[in-house]
Structures are given as structure tokens and as C-alpha cells.
């Protein structure tokens, strides 16, 4: 059976799809496929990978050369089974209560149940105002008694009778389980866990992509990958340049979704109990996997949560509660609630509430799997391109930790954390999908849309920006409390590992890496290594590493750039030179932002404790002039390459960016905020450009001075 499967909502009559059963891999598992990835006529030549595949022995890492496809398909095969199994053992999940259907707890005669279904208002952002306080995390281990099986009672009435195994540490019958052994037992424990995690997943080649002898371009090592993007040269040869990234976790395709659970959701679920919000949400191009590493997340993470609350927080009074509702074309609906359309309102407080959402109370691990089928099946799917059954809309399922305050339940359970899953529509641009109808554009200039707001939220915070655009979409205004206070996010980049989604792919670990830029919390040097890293070996840097900043450009640099006064006693020979190079920077310092010694600081150098200038004065003192002046030389190329580097990059920037905004069909205003925006950067990159120009100039003044040197005093010049 298969447990997760959904049911499309649009007829026929869109041109789309109905579907009545999901099957996970099915994209392996068929042949049946007609989509279209990145044909569009209008960005062929944005990417050449497609057409310009270099040959698989190019390819260290692939391994199996040729073979690749067969046994990647094996491979996949392996992974789908081992899916299915974890699905069984999940479900047989030893400490759940006996399975009682959602719908007969809910209702007794036709009555609803106090405290099982309490439809009204979700306040999403409640958590500053109306969290409870702080709860000590008890110690796992210590008392007598920790497990309860509860057979046939709630398990706020079960009484313990398994007695804690002292010698082993943990009580008897409880399985080793990662989320009892991580349970956190001070505040120092909560505050060790990231604020942000980015963890990107690749996947398999799907069977689509393996008939079209696409290739895979992903090299993955422990928390790093490398991109190998196809590119041609202006004599049309083609050449690999690399992309390499750095995050918290980089999962292959060989990962389960079991794994993925233990790498991205697990550590953050004792901290719910602790006043936090935390959300996991999926990133990534339609069909690269968000939806099969999403779904499972919830029943593990409820199964976790119900674990602490049955052992560590026991009698305590706390109470889950799940919800489960789709943003589809900026409107919301009640997965669970037959589908019915919500309203987002904003309370005197500011606080974003969503009107008539129902939570339901769940006590056991089965019945949040019925709630999420249920929830699942009635999401709106869709036929795209790139992904016969793929999401057309932002599903959001939240578990909510809520605690009574009385102990009677006079009074309704206050909310104490809340981790919220986002499966993100899938980001597909207008130009992927020409086979598709007026209603799947629309829906993608919808989601395309939304997904900008998102990054527009996510740059403001990235620049520490007083005000977030949290209401430029639904989606961020759900997502707001995300990003803010007491929180953590779990971003999970899901890409496609084909050559023929390089772009895409490109594009999402771009993003990935803005949003972990985030985790730095304003200081650049926290997370120095691993963005040195992305800086060093990618042209993926964030935009706002790749600008300038009104700070960057510092006296220090002008003094750096010429020599100290004992140097220029060994300096007479050019003593007018310098003196004018003195002046002229000088006279440049204001221009000189975008300088190129603040560009230093951030590019690739031969030798970074090396000043640019200093070859120069060794040209003067030293007898090895020729490669003093090769230092130089290459010093030079490598800066000019890699100001190339920053300037295409740059390009590849507003290009995303132009893509977005037309599918986005952003109304006019912020189009011309956008394109103003674009426009300073272009012109910032200009006079990042006319500082190189200036700065060759002056470099190839004083190689002339140094050629007349060198010939004056006898020495060959290579120049
Ligand atoms: N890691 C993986 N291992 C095996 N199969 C996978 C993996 N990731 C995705 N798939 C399969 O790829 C197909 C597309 O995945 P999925 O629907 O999750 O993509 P998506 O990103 O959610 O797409 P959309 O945004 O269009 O909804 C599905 O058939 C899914 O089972």
C-alpha cells in the first residue's frame, strides 16, 4: 500500500491531470513520460548542458563510467524498497497506542469530543505573547519509572510500570532511539542547536533523465559539493567549470529518508518543548524530490514528540495538536477541513492568525498518519514539464505543543512550540513549461511569485534590514515566525543531479546559500571557513559578499598599497612615481568602494599574505626580477579572472532575478523597485570595472618603469 498517497484536485477540463494515488518513484519505476526540462528555446543558451555533455570518462567520480545508468537504476530500485520497509517499521511503531480512527475519537453520538477537535483560530505568531513558560527538561533518566506502553488508555492516563534499566541507562523496553538520547537538559543544550540549518539532498537520476542520457554533475563529499556545469568556449570547445558549495549537510542519493529524518528534523524536536518554533521547510525545481523527503518528516518527528511527551514529560498535561493547510494562488485551504477556504487575518497585536483552521488533538502516532493521508490526498496536485504529479501548491502541517494551564480544562491549552513542515511548490520557470496550460503558468507565476517574496524576505534579513517583507506573500507571512525570535529553520534543498538541470540546480543551491549566509547572525566571521571555502572555489557566491559596503573601502587600504617609509629609502628610483600613485589613490579613495583591495579581500589570491604591491618593491631590491615580475604577472591575471568571475556572476544574478520577476507578473511598482535595484548593482559592477581598468593602467605604467630599470641596470626584461 501506499501510505502517502494524494489525489489531484483540478478536472480534466484545466488540461490537467487528475491523479488518484501517488506511488513514490514512480518517475523510476515507469517509462511513461513526455515532460520536458529545460527545452525552452528562450534559455537554451543560457546552459549548454543538455547538448554539450563532455564524455562520461571526463567524469572521475561517476565510478562506474559507462555503466553509470545501470547502476544507478539498481541503486535506485534498492532505495525505493528500503523506503517501503522503513514505511512497515515505522508503522509498527511499539509504543503507539491501539489504533483508534481519528474520525470515531472525534465524535461520540454525534458529538464532538472535548479537547479532540477545536476548530478556530490558528495564531501562528502567538509564541512572544502567549507561550508559556520556560518547563525544565526533567533528566531522561533519572526516577523510577519512564516507560509506558499505555494499552487501550490516552497515554495522559496511563500510570508506568516499566522500571528503568540503571544498567543500560534507559529504560526497559524503550527502543534506542536517537530522539531520547538527544533530549536536551538545559537551556545551553537548546541554544547548542543551529538557529539555521541548510542541508541540501540530491537525487537519483530518474529514469526520464537516464533515457535522455543526461548525466550526473553532482560530486558530493561530506557537507560539500561540487557542480560540474558544462560550458563552452568562445571556439565552441567545451570545458567543466566547478561549483563548489559548502553547507551543514549534503545528503546523496544514497540517503534514506530515515536518515534524512536524524540529519535535519530530530535534533530539533526536544526543543519544541522548550518555547521554540522550529520549521523544516523544502526548497528546490519541480520533481527534485521535495515532496518524497518531506512527507515522511511529520509521522517521524509526531512519533518523537509523542515519545517525550509519554516518557520525559509524563503527566504534565502537554497536548498535540495538528493542522495541515495548502497555500495554493495566494489562498488558503483546510487540508483537513474538507478543503475549506481559510483567511489569514492580522489582530490588533500584529500577531497573523488563520481563521477556522482545525487542529486536531492526536495522542497517537496512527492517527496522525490518517490526518496527513487525508490532508495529502486532498492537496492540489498537477501535471508539469518536469513533474507528473507535482505539487502546485505550499502545504503546511504544523504539530503544536500545547499545554493546559489549569490542569482541568477550564481553560484552553496554551501553546508552548510548534514545528511546522513547508513542502514548497515547486519553483519551474515560465520558460520550462511551454508544453503546459494557461492555468499551470498561472499557477506558476503564483508560486514563482511567492517564492520571490520569500528571497526578498530572506535577503532583507540578510542585510539586517529594519524592515522584512514578511506580507509581500501568504507564504512568508506564515513563514514569518520561521525567521524571527526564538526559532529555528531546517532548509532542505532538494536538486536534481542531471546535467539537464544544472541551472536549476545552480539556482537552488545559490538560494540554499543565502538563506545559510543567515545562520552567521551579522557576524561575517563566524561562519568565515565555510564561506571562504564558497568564495574560493565557486562563482556562486551571496550578492551581498560580492558588493560593496560602504565600510569596505578603509584608509588601511590606501596605506597598504604603498610603501612604508624605510621602503621608500630603496624606492628613489621611482620616487616621482610613487608619489603620484600616492596622490592618485588618494584622490580615488571615495570611487574607490568597489576598490580592488577590497575585491582582494575577497577573490582567490596566489598568496593571500601577499599585498598586491609588494612584487613590485621587490622588482627594485632584488636581483630575481623576472620572477618577481611573473608574481606580479600572475597576480594580476588571477585578479582580472576573477573580477570576470564576479561580473558574470553578477549576470547570472539578474538573469534569476529578471526570470522570477516576469513570471512573478510583480505589479508595476515593485517592478521598478526591482529593476532599480538591478540597475545599482550593474552599475556598481561598472565601476568595479573601471577601478580594474585603472588599475591595469597603473600597473602597466610601472612595468615600463621597471623595464627601464631592468635595462639600465643589465637585466634581461621579459616584457
Ligand atoms: N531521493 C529520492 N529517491 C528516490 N526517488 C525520489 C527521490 N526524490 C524524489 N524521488 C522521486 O522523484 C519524483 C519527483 O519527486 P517529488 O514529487 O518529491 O518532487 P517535488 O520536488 O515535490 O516536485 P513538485 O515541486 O513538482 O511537487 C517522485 O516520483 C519521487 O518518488
Given amino acids: 500500500m501506499n501510505g502517502m498517497g494524494r489525489q489531484g484536485r483540478r478536472s480534466g477540463a484545466s488540461g490537467l491531470q487528475v491523479h488518484h494515488q501517488r506511488q513514490d518513484s514512480d518517475n523510476f519505476l515507469e517509462t511513461t513520460s513526455n515532460g520536458r526540462w529545460l527545452q525552452s528555446a528562450g534559455l537554451q543558451h543560457l546552459h549548454s548542458c543538455n547538448n554539450s555533455i563532455p564524455p562520461l570518462q571526463d567524469f572521475a567520480f561517476y565510478g562506474d563510467g559507462g555503466g553509470a545508468g545501470g547502476g544507478q537504476g539498481s541503486r535506485i530500485y534498492r532505495n525505493v524498497q528500503r523506503e517501503f520497509n522503513m514505511g512497515n517499521d515505522f508503522f509498527a511503531e511499539p509504543m503507539s497506542p491501539p489504533v483508534s480512527s481519528w474520525q470515531s475519537s472525534q465524535r461520540k453520538n454525534g458529538e464532538e469530543l472535548p479537547n ?6 490558528l495564531d501562528l505568531h502567538s509564541f512572544d505573547t502567549e507561550l508559556l513558560p520556560q518547563i525544565p527538561v526533567p533528566n531522561l533518566y533519572n526516577g523510577p519509572s519512564l516507560y509506558n506502553p499505555v494499552r487501550g488508555r490516552s497515554f495522559d492516563d496511563s500510570e ?43 537525487r537519483p537520476l530518474n529514469k526520464k533523465e537516464l533515457a535522455k542520457n543526461e548525466k550526473d554533475i553532482i560530486e558530493t563529499l561530506s557537507n560539500s559539493l561540487v557542480v560540474h556545469e558544462t560550458k563552452l568556449k568562445v571556439d565552441l570547445t567545451e570545458y567543466l567549470e566547478k561549483h563548489e558549495f559548502v553547507f551543514d549537510a549534503v545528503l546523496n542519493e544514497e540517503v ?50 509523542l515519545r517525550l511527551m509519554h516518557h520525559s514529560y509524563r503527566n504534565q498535561g502537554f497536548q498535540l495538536f495538528v493542522s495541515f493547510f495548502e497555500i495554493y494562488g495566494g489562498k488558503l485551504y483546510d487540508l483537513l477541513g474538507d478543503r475549506k477556504k481559510l483567511c489569514m487575518r492580522e489582530d490588533g497585536k500584529q500577531q497573523v492568525c488563520i481563521v477556522g483552521l482545525q487542529e486536531y488533538t492526536v495522542s497517537d502516532v496512527e492517527t496522525i498518519k490518517e490526518l496527513i493521508e487525508k490532508g495529502n490526498a486532498t492537496r492540489s496536485t498537477g501535471t508539469t514539464g518536469a513533474n507528473e504529479e507535482s505539487s502546485r501548491s505550499h502545504a503546511i502541517l504544523q504539530l503544536a505543543i500545547k499545554r493546559s494551564v489549569d490542569g482541568n480544562g477550564s481553560k484552553p491549552p496554551r501553546l508552548v512550540g510548534k514545528l511546522s513542515f513547508i513542502d514548497l511548490a515547486g519553483s519551474e520557470r515560465g520558460a520550462d513549461t511551454t508544453d503546459n496550460d494557461k492555468q499551470t503558468r498561472m499557477e506558476g507565476a503564483e508560486i514563482n511569485k511567492s517564492l520571490l517574496a520569500l528571497k526578498e524576505c530572506i535577503r532583507a534579513l540578510d542585510n539586517d534590514q529594519g524592515h522584512i517583507p514578511f506580507r509581500g506573500s501568504k507564504l512568508t507571512e506564515v513563514l514569518r515566525d520561521s525567521f524571527m525570535g526564538n526559532s529555528r529553520t531546517v532548509m532542505i534543498s532538494c536538486i536534481s543531479p542531471s546535467s539537464g538541470s544544472c541551472e536549476h540546480t545552480l539556482n537552488t543551491l545559490r538560494y540554499a546559500d543565502r538563506v545559510k549566509s543567515l545562520s552567521k547572525g551579522g557576524n561575517p566571521k563566524k561562519d568565515v571557513l565555510s564561506s571562504t571555502y564558497n568564495l574560493k572555489e565557486s562563482t556562486a557566491q551571496p550578492l551581498s559578499s560580492v558588493l560593496p559596503t560602504a565600510s569596505s573601502f578603509l584608509e588601511d587600504d590606501i596605506n597598504d598599497t604603498r610603501p612604508d617609509e624605510n621602503e621608500r629609502d630603496d624606492f628613489d628610483a621611482s620616487e616621482d612615481t610613487f608619489e603620484q600613485e600616492k596622490l592618485m589613490w588618494k584622490q580615488n579613495g571615495k570611487r574607490d568602494q568597489y576598490s580592488l583591495s577590497t575585491l582582494e579581500s575577497k577573490l582567490p589570491k596566489p598568496n593571500s599574505q601577499t599585498k598586491w604591491k609588494e612584487p613590485v618593491r621587490s622588482d627594485f631590491k632584488h636581483s630575481n626580477s623576472d620572477d618577481d615580475l611573473n608574481a606580479l604577472l600572475q597576480e594580476e591575471e588571477d585578479l582580472v579572472n576573477a573580477h570576470r568571475k564576479q561580473v558574470e556572476e553578477t549576470m547570472n544574478i539578474v538573469k534569476e532575478e529578471m526570470n522570477l520577476l516576469v513570471e512573478a507578473d510583480q505589479p508595476g511598482n515593485q517592478l521598478d523597485n526591482y529593476i532599480s535595484r538591478l540597475a545599482a548593482i550593474l552599475s556598481q559592477k561598472a565601476a568595479g570595472i573601471i577601478q580594474l581598468q585603472t588599475r591595469l593602467a597603473h600597473f602597466q605604467k610601472r612595468l615600463k618603469e621597471h623595464n627601464v630599470l631592468v635595462s639600465s641596470s643589465g637585466y634581461r626584461s621579459r616584457c
Fill in 256 to 305: 534514506s529518508n530515515d536518515e534524512v529524518y536524524r540529519e535535519t528534523v530530530e535534533p530539533i524536536v526536544p526543543i519544541i518543548f522548550q518555547r521554540t518554533k522550529a520549521t523544516c521547510f523544502a526548497y528546490g525545481q519541480t520533481g527534485s524530490g521535495k515532496t518524497y523527503t518531506m512527507k515522511p518528516l511529520p509521522l517521524r518527528a509526531s512519533r518523537d514528540i
Fill in 160 to 202: 508506568p510500570h516499566i522500571s528503568n534499566n540503571k544498567q543500560t541507562g534507559r529504560a526497559d523496553g524503550v527502543p534506542e532511539n536517537g530522539i531520547l538520547k538527544s533530549l536536551p537538559a538545559d537551556k545551553e543544550k537548546v541554544n547548542s542547536v543551529a538557529k539555521i540549518k541548510v542541508v541540501v539532498r540530491k
Fill in 116 to 121: 479532540e477537535f477545536s476548530p478556530g483560530l
